[in-house]
């Protein structure tokens, strides 16, 4: 009887080009619910040819439009397939290196992180910062601004601060953060990620400083147009002083 193998298949950003997605493989499911996990290198679909010629995957391509969307589904083992994914006594592999399995203390570590993630969530409600936008003037300014924050609540360990990041990016930005993670991987230093995010959104030009500088009343309320003119400033340069900013 052939054998099958469950598939978890994510649309991510592509290591190569950010501009473009690509399926990867997030799991593999044996039937026996054993589940196993590839390298991270190994896990886009353009290093699997034989399995992007079955005919579930090009459902499954033809079902992913969005970044982030999964798609779990059974593929039947081709020949080919079964060399590439098994051994001869069935062990699951790929191309000659056998796979790390997901054991249930893994699965229970996993229930522990969403616990956790669920308070930093309680935690991150409270922080005195806005979402990123590729809008904003000062990149700079605004990573010091959310380090001081999670400082003020005692989050100093760069991996935690790697994931809470992910939760103050606007949706104009966050594409960036899958394709940051496949780059680097949460366990890359903080330092890293931060150097990253600057070179990705650091201002080189003056236009948004000029915007902020000639950004003039046209209507509504003055009070409103002073506070935003405030606030533009104030993300172009929180050291401005006050009698520059009057």
């Known amino acids: 009887m052939p054998r099958r193998l469950q598939f978890t ?9 950010k501009k473009t997605s690509l399926p990867a493989i997030t799991s593999i499911v044996t039937e026996d619910n054993k ?21 579930v995957f090009k459902r499954v391509k033809n079902s992913l439009t969005q970044r982030g969307q ?3 589904v059974w593929i039947t083992l081709t020949k080919e397939m079964a060399q590439t994914y098994m051994d001869e006594e069935g062990n699951i ?18 229930t522990e992180k969403n616990n956790s993630q669920l308070n930093l969530k309680q935690i991150t409600d ?7 936008t590729s809008k904003h003037s000062n990149a700079n300014q605004w990573l010091d601004t ?7 609540f005692d989050i100093n360990e760069g991996r935690t601060m790697i994931e809470i990041l992910r939760l103050f990016l606007d949706k104009s930005c966050l594409d960036w953060y899958p394709a940051t993670l496949i780059i680097l991987t949460v366990e890359a230093e903080w330092s890293q990620w931060k ?24 209507e509504g309320s003055l009070t409103e147009y002073a506070m935003r003119k405030e606030k533009l400033l104030l993300n172009m340069d929180n050291a401005i002083s006050s009698k520059t900013l009057v």
């Open 70 to 72: 999964n798609r779990t």
């Open 93 to 110: 592999m790929f191309n000659d290196l056998y796979l790390e399995q997901i054991i249930k203390t893994d699965l229970l570590e996993s």
């Open 146 to 152: 959310f380090e001081k924050e999670c400082k003020r």
């Open 195 to 218: 150097e990253r995010f600057l070179e990705s959104f650091a201002d080189k030009g003056w236009c948004t400083g000029m915007y902020a500088v000639y950004y003039r009343y046209k």
């Open 9 to 17: 298949f994510q649309y991510l950003a592509s290591p190569k080009d």
């Open 35 to 55: 589940q196993y996990v590839l390298p991270q290198e190994m896990r886009f679909v353009t290093e699997h040819p034989e399995l992007m010629k079955t005919d």
């Open 126 to 132: 409270k922080f005195m910062i806005e979402k990123f």
